[in-house]
Every structure is written in structure tokens, then in C-alpha cells.
């Protein structure tokens, strides 16, 4: 086998520039798989990076817009209660209220998102200064918030540090609320993928809703499940209970998991249309293979007849040709492999890596078997044929062939 | 064991090119001892290719028994004729034959590795065999850098390697200059004194005078058998006798 495996190099550095030629289209075909699936794996590590930056068991809950009677399916406080206590694996739910408004520090005067959220964190940023939200200013509806890093940034531009801003205060129109902690960045957050449902200013649900919704209907109601629930059923189940309790009134809801879906569905497409390409890349590559191999079967008639008169039977050419295709098939698909993997490495750093900082490992396993299976494929489908032809050389033919 | 190595009976041979049919061999009968150094001769057309590709079991006989080392290989499928060629017959060719872009080892040890001989037992082999046929210095020099005289010592050491029962050899000395055919000639009585079986397919008188027994054919059929003036005819002669009425 090895003798065989020798043979076919040797063969192949002397006719240098022809396995050249015919090994490019199984490189590019390989080379195009394999760069998409890195690509592809970078991109999807990036969108789950862009999730992390929110808490991923939250949803969004409600009343649908068409429907008999919107004055019955009006949320109220009392629902926020009834989802607690009715729907299994709730951990807490707010009045989902956010809006873009101005914020007022001593000197600036900036245009931030500003909404309710509870004790319990919907957002994934680290606190860097004070403390978040905590129980008792929802209970107390106490006139406190929490800075996001954009906001403490734009608000505060000369604090020495996150530290020094705890106790001051910003204003919402007249109102007055008192910086008790500071998030810093999240690494990753879905603002990259141009969403961002996380708040600049927040402020206790129970203030936000006395401040600006008291005596009007919610919006909306946002649910914060726990690790053990799954969000479908959540979701069946909060929906359930709100149009019992609303005499069979219609609600919908929303997550990330539907954006995560919507972002995974483009890339398959994108790799899909790749593999195809690279896929006719591959068959045009396997032509090439068989037509080299075939030239040289006629090339090597004679040494084909003295191998047979030798003692080789028809059986050990057959492999022999089929070891030297393979051998062809496998250099041109590492070489492809190395490629791919380069590009889509390339990919990543230059695409992907700006948007969430972060890089997929090389699917080095994966990539190599890929390889390994390409060469496969294409040595049993286009070699098959070249080494019938090999073994059923005649040797008398052969040895009288000059 | 066998004293007879080669042993054919009515052995016919007829080719069919489209509709006409060629009848090389029409009932050859020849036995070749154990120890023989023997040639055979004829004109082109005489059928001695033929007899000589049956011999090798690289063509099968159309009717007729071919006993080769005491095998009878009429039922032998080609996996086994394969494995004949391989353990019991030793080929040299006029145009050497060696794998080209391959050195004087590789070539000489290729028979060993279709016998799945470790690479080890393979080299050594190949090293005793190139000094027998007095070439030990030159097992990494590829066929294009040797003489054709050390190229066909090359082939000889290669059919050698495997011990066979008969050393089959065609033309040997056709693309070879007069001195060193003179050689390759001394070397194969050096071979048929250690014990050798030859059989020398060849035109050339000269060539066939060095063996022992010279067998003539002419459209298929052995027109003559009889020993040279090297020749003395031991036990088997008188089977060879037997065959005589044929003329």
C-alpha cells in the first residue's frame, strides 16, 4: 500500500502542472464547503454571543390588535399577579414599558431608552457601581435607576469613575430619579444585530407605571420564566391563563428565539447555495480525476502488462489504481481543507469578529473528516471506472504495446 | 517433488479476429524436465509467442493440459494464474521490462511485494539477488542510468527473487550487442549449472546453441526436438522420443 501511495506522488510531481490543473476544482470545491461552514459556525457563535446579552427566557406577552372586544383584553396590575401565582415556572412579570425620551443631567441632555424592570435582571451587563434594582425599591416605587454604560457615558461625560455618579440625579421632564448603580458594557449584546430591548435609564416597573401608566391599560406584559421551562410552553400556558381570565380574548407573543431562528434560517440558505456551488465544483473536479486517471492507464499500459506478468493479479491493479486515485482525490481535498479553513478564518476575523469580538474554533475534526469523505466519494464514484480499465489490460497486449 | 516441470499435452490454441479464426497452436506436446536449459525456435508466425504466453500462464490454452510443477492449471481462475506467475515462473523480456522512474531494488523486489513479503525480507532478498547477477552496486541506479546489459541482469535478478520452477525467457539477448549477450549467455549456464530450469524463446541459432535441447515449430506445430551438441539426453529423453512421430 505504501509502495502504492509513494508511486502515485512520485507520478504526481512529475507531471507537476496537469495535477495541478485538475487537482484546482476539487480545492475549490472544498475549499467553498468548508470556508461557509466556518463562516457559518462563526457567525452562529456571534448571534448566540449577541443573546447572551439578555436574559434568553424572556418573552414578551400581548393583547392582539384585531380582535371583537381590545376594550376586554386590556391588561391590567392585576394580571401581572395572576401570571405569577397561575402560570408554572414564572419567575416574575413586569409591565413591559419603554420608551425613547430625553434624559436630563446637569449639563446634558440626551435622547435614551428609558423603561421598568424589576429586581430580577432582564439584562445580562455586569453591575460596575452601587448595586441594581433591588426588591424594596419595587416594592417602594422609589424614584431610583440604573445607568446603562452608553448612558452613564453620555450623561456623565467627566466622572471619574462609574462610582462617583451614585446619589446624582437625571430628570425624565419633571420628574427626578437617583442613580443607585451603573451596568458596564455588555460584551455582547443584540444592538449589534440592531435590536436592543435593554434599557439605558431603568427604573422600578412599580415607578415607571405610577409615573406614566397609572389608570391606563399596559401595553404589554414582559415574563421573565425560569431555566427549567421551556419558553413554547410559557408561552401556551401565560396565553391560556390571560385569555381565560379575559373571556377567551386573543394575546400573542414574542421572543428571541424567533429572531435566533430568522438569522439561523439565512445562513442555511447562504450555506446551502455555497455547498451547491462547491458541490458542482466537486463533480467537475472528479471529471478532472477520472480523465487524469484514465491518461494515465493508457500511459502506463506496459507497466500495467509487466506488473500483471509479475504475479499481480486483477484484483491488486484495481487497487493499486484505486489507491493512486484516492491518493489524488485526498491531496487535492487537504489541500482544499487548509484553504476553506483559512478563508473562513479570514471571514470571521474581517466580518464577524467586529460585530461580536468574538472567533469560532477551526472545526479542525470536523473539516479533516469532511476531506477524508470528499476524497472517499470521489475516488469510488469517478475512479471506479479508469480502474476497471487498468485491470482488465491484457497483458500480452501489453508487453508487445512500445 | 516433481522432475517434470513443464508438461504439455495436445495443447491448441486458435484465435478468432472477427469472423477468421487463427490457429497458433493445433496440438503441441512438450516436456520439459526439471534442470533443462531449452529453446524454442521458429520463424515469425510459428506459433512461439503463443506457446510462450501459454507457457506463462499469461494466455490459457483453447483445449489441451498444461501441467506447470505438477499443477494442473486448466480450472485456475486468474487470481490463481496471477499467483503462478508470481511463485512458479520467472519472466525475461527482450525490451527488460523494468518499471521505469523506478531504481534497481524497487524493481528487482516488486515480485515480493505482490507475495506480501515484509519490506525488510523484500531488501535483503533484492540485495542477493543483484549481487548474483553481479550488480550489488547498483540498486538505487534507475533503468535510464544503467547499460542494457545491466538493465536485463536487472530483469533476471528480478525474476530470480522468487525461486521459480522455470525461468522464461523472451528474446533475451534481441536488444543486446554481441558482448553483452555474450553476458547475459554466460550468466543463464551459470543459472541452468546451479540447477535452473531455462526455457529461451529466441530466432537467433546462436542463442539457441547454448541450451541444451532446441524445439523448432513451424504453423503450430513442433516440427523438431532434439538436443544440441551441449545437449546429453537423461531419463526424460525418452519421453521426448514419444513425442518424436509428430514430424
Given at each position: 500500500?505504501?509502495?502504492?501511495?509513494?508511486e502515485?506522488?512520485d507520478?504526481?510531481?512529475?507531471?507537476?502542472?496537469?495535477t495541478i490543473l485538475?487537482?484546482i476544482g476539487?480545492?475549490v470545491?472544498?475549499a467553498a464547503?468548508?470556508s461557509?461552514?466556518?463562516?457559518?459556525a462563526g457567525?452562529?457563535?456571534?448571534?448566540n454571543?449577541?443573546f447572551?446579552?439578555?436574559n434568553m427566557?424572556?418573552f414578551?406577552i400581548?393583547?392582539?390588535?384585531?380582535?371583537?372586544?381590545?376594550?376586554?383584553a386590556n391588561l391590567?396590575?392585576?394580571?401581572?399577579?395572576?401570571l405569577?401565582?397561575?402560570?408554572?415556572g414564572?419567575e416574575?412579570?413586569?409591565?413591559f414599558?419603554?420608551?425613547r425620551?430625553i434624559v436630563?443631567a446637569?449639563?446634558q441632555?440626551v435622547?435614551l431608552?428609558?423603561?421598568?424592570?424589576?429586581?430580577?435582571r432582564?439584562?445580562?451587563?455586569?453591575?460596575?457601581?452601587g448595586?441594581?434594582?433591588?426588591?424594596?425599591?419595587?416594592?417602594?416605587a422609589?424614584?431610583?435607576c440604573?445607568l446603562?454604560?452608553?448612558?452613564?457615558?453620555r450623561?456623565?461625560?467627566h466622572?471619574?469613575?462609574?462610582?462617583a455618579?451614585?446619589?446624582q440625579?437625571?430628570?425624565i421632564g419633571?420628574?427626578?430619579?437617583?442613580v443607585?448603580?451603573?451596568l458596564?458594557p455588555a460584551?455582547?449584546s443584540?444592538?449589534s444585530?440592531g435590536?436592543?430591548i435593554?434599557?439605558?435609564?431603568a427604573?422600578p416597573?412599580?415607578?415607571?407605571?405610577?409615573?406614566y401608566?397609572?389608570?391606563?391599560?399596559l401595553?404589554g406584559?414582559?415574563?421573565?420564566?425560569?431555566r427549567?421551562a421551556s419558553?413554547?410552553t410559557?408561552?401556551?400556558?401565560?396565553k391560556?391563563?390571560?385569555?381565560?381570565a379575559?373571556g377567551?380574548?386573543?394575546?400573542q407573543t414574542f421572543d428571541f428565539?424567533?429572531?435566533?431562528?430568522?438569522?439561523d434560517?439565512f445562513?442555511?440558505?447562504v450555506?446551502?447555495?455555497?455547498?451547491?456551488?462547491?458541490?458542482?465544483?466537486?463533480?467537475v473536479a472528479?471529471?478532472?480525476?477520472?480523465?487524469?486517471?484514465?491518461?494515465?492507464v493508457?500511459e502506463?499500459?506496459?507497466?500495467?502488462?509487466?506488473r500483471?506478468?509479475?504475479g499481480a493479479?486483477?484484483?491488486?491493479?484495481?487497487?493499486?489504481?484505486f489507491?493512486?486515485?484516492?491518493?489524488l482525490a485526498f491531496?487535492?481535498?487537504?489541500?482544499?481543507?487548509?484553504?476553506?479553513?483559512g478563508?473562513?478564518d479570514?471571514?470571521?476575523?474581517?466580518?464577524i469578529?467586529?460585530?461580536?469580538?468574538?472567533i469560532?474554533a477551526?472545526?479542525w475534526l470536523?473539516?479533516?473528516l469532511?476531506?477524508?469523505?470528499?476524497?472517499?466519494?470521489v475516488?469510488?464514484?469517478?475512479g471506479?471506472?479508469?480502474?476497471?480499465?487498468?485491470a482488465?489490460?491484457?497483458?500480452?497486449?501489453?508487453?508487445?504495446y512500445? | 517433488?516433481n522432475?517434470?516441470?513443464?508438461?504439455l499435452?495436445?495443447?491448441?490454441?486458435?484465435?478468432?479476429?472477427?469472423t477468421?479464426e487463427?490457429?497458433?497452436?493445433r496440438?503441441?506436446?512438450l516436456?520439459i524436465?526439471?534442470?533443462?536449459?531449452?529453446a524454442?525456435m521458429?520463424?515469425?508466425?510459428?506459433?512461439k509467442s503463443?506457446?510462450?504466453?501459454?507457457?506463462g500462464?499469461l494466455?490459457?490454452?483453447t483445449?489441451?493440459n498444461?501441467?506447470?510443477?505438477?499443477?494442473d492449471?486448466?480450472t485456475?481462475?486468474d487470481?490463481a494464474?496471477?499467483k503462478?506467475?508470481l511463485?512458479?515462473?520467472?519472466?525475461?523480456?527482450?525490451g527488460f521490462?523494468?518499471?521505469?522512474r523506478?531504481?534497481?531494488?524497487?524493481?528487482v523486489s516488486?515480485p515480493?511485494?505482490?507475495?506480501k513479503?515484509?519490506?525488510?525480507?523484500?531488501?535483503?532478498?533484492?540485495?542477493?539477488?543483484l549481487?548474483?547477477?553481479?550488480?550489488?552496486?547498483?540498486g538505487h541506479?534507475k533503468?535510464s542510468e544503467?547499460?542494457?546489459?545491466?538493465?536485463?541482469r536487472?530483469?533476471?535478478a528480478?525474476a530470480?527473487i522468487?525461486n521459480?520452477a522455470?525461468?522464461?525467457?523472451d528474446?533475451?539477448?534481441?536488444?543486446?550487442?554481441?558482448?553483452?549477450s555474450e553476458?547475459?549467455?554466460?550468466?543463464?549456464?551459470?543459472?541452468h549449472?546451479?540447477?535452473?530450469?531455462?526455457?529461451v524463446v529466441?530466432h537467433?541459432e546462436e542463442?539457441?546453441?547454448?541450451?541444451?535441447r532446441?524445439?523448432?515449430l513451424?504453423?503450430?506445430?513442433?516440427?523438431s526436438d532434439?538436443?544440441?551438441?551441449?545437449?546429453?539426453?537423461?531419463?526424460?529423453?525418452?519421453?521426448?522420443?514419444e513425442?518424436?512421430p509428430?514430424?
Open positions: 500500500m505504501f509502495d502504492y501511495i509513494r502515485t506522488l507520478l504526481m510531481q512529475a507531471n507537476l502542472t496537469r485538475t487537482l476539487l480545492v470545491g472544498v464547503i468548508i461557509i461552514q466556518v463562516a457559518a457567525m452562529a457563535a456571534a448571534v454571543g449577541a447572551r446579552g439578555i427566557n424572556t414578551f400581548f393583547p392582539k390588535s384585531t380582535q371583537g372586544s381590545t376594550q376586554r391590567g396590575l392585576s394580571d401581572l399577579e395572576l405569577d401565582k397561575s402560570v408554572p414564572v416574575t412579570s413586569i409591565p414599558g419603554q420608551t425620551t436630563n446637569r449639563h441632555h435622547m431608552k428609558f423603561g421598568g424592570e424589576s429586581y430580577r432582564f439584562s445580562t451587563a455586569p453591575v460596575v457601581a448595586h441594581a434594582i433591588a426588591r424594596v425599591d419595587v416594592e417602594n422609589s424614584p431610583v440604573v446603562s454604560d452608553k448612558a452613564y457615558h450623561l456623565f461625560p466622572a471619574a469613575d462609574p462610582d455618579v451614585l446619589g440625579s437625571v430628570y419633571p420628574k427626578r430619579y437617583v443607585i448603580g451603573v458596564g460584551t455582547l443584540t444592538a444585530l435590536i436592543d435593554n434599557n439605558d435609564v427604573i416597573y412599580t415607578t415607571f407605571y405610577n409615573d401608566q397609572r389608570g391606563r391599560p401595553f406584559i414582559q415574563v421573565l420564566g425560569n427549567k419558553l413554547a410559557l408561552e401556551a400556558n401565560a391560556r391563563v390571560l385569555s381565560d379575559h377567551g380574548s386573543i394575546y428565539a424567533f429572531f435566533a431562528k430568522k438569522i434560517g445562513f442555511g440558505v450555506g446551502t447555495i455555497v455547498s451547491a456551488v462547491g458541490a458542482i465544483s466537486l463533480l472528479g471529471i478532472g480525476i477520472m480523465n487524469i486517471l484514465f491518461v494515465s493508457s502506463r499500459t506496459r507497466e500495467i502488462g509487466i500483471r506478468a509479475i493479479s486483477r484484483a491488486t491493479i484495481l487497487i493499486q489504481f489507491v493512486e486515485a484516492f491518493v491531496s487535492g481535498s487537504l489541500v482544499g481543507m487548509l484553504a476553506g479553513l478563508i473562513g479570514l471571514a470571521q476575523q474581517i466580518f469578529a467586529r460585530i461580536s469580538g468574538t469560532a477551526l472545526p470536523q473539516s479533516i469532511l476531506a477524508t469523505l470528499f476524497a472517499t466519494v475516488t469510488l464514484v469517478f471506479t471506472l479508469p480502474a476497471l480499465r487498468a482488465s489490460v491484457d497483458p500480452i497486449e501489453a508487453l508487445r512500445e | 517433488m522432475d517434470i516441470a513443464i508438461d499435452q495436445e495443447i491448441v490454441k486458435t484465435y478468432k479476429t472477427g477468421i487463427v490457429h497458433a497452436l496440438g503441441v506436446n516436456r524436465q526439471r534442470g533443462e536449459y531449452i524454442i521458429g520463424p515469425s508466425g510459428s506459433g503463443t506457446l510462450m504466453n501459454v507457457i500462464c494466455d490459457r490454452p483445449s489441451g498444461y501441467r506447470l510443477d505438477g499443477i492449471l486448466s485456475l481462475d487470481r494464474l496471477a503462478i506467475r511463485e512458479k515462473l520467472g519472466f525475461i523480456f527482450q521490462n523494468l518499471l521505469p523506478t531504481d534497481a531494488m524497487k524493481n516488486l515480493l511485494f505482490y507475495a513479503v515484509s519490506p525488510k525480507e523484500r531488501r535483503e532478498r533484492a540485495r542477493a539477488a549481487a548474483e547477477v553481479g550488480l550489488a552496486d547498483r541506479h533503468p544503467l547499460s542494457g546489459g545491466q538493465q536485463q536487472v530483469a533476471i528480478r530470480l522468487n521459480p522455470v525461468l522464461l525467457a528474446e533475451p539477448t534481441g536488444n543486446l550487442d554481441s558482448a553483452t553476458e547475459i549467455l554466460t550468466l543463464f549456464e551459470s543459472l549449472r546451479s540447477g535452473r530450469t531455462i526455457v529466441t537467433d542463442v539457441a546453441e547454448r541450451a541444451n532446441v524445439v523448432r513451424r504453423d503450430g506445430l513442433i516440427l532434439l538436443p544440441t551438441s551441449r545437449g546429453h539426453f537423461s531419463e526424460g529423453s525418452i519421453v521426448q522420443r513425442a518424436i509428430q514430424l
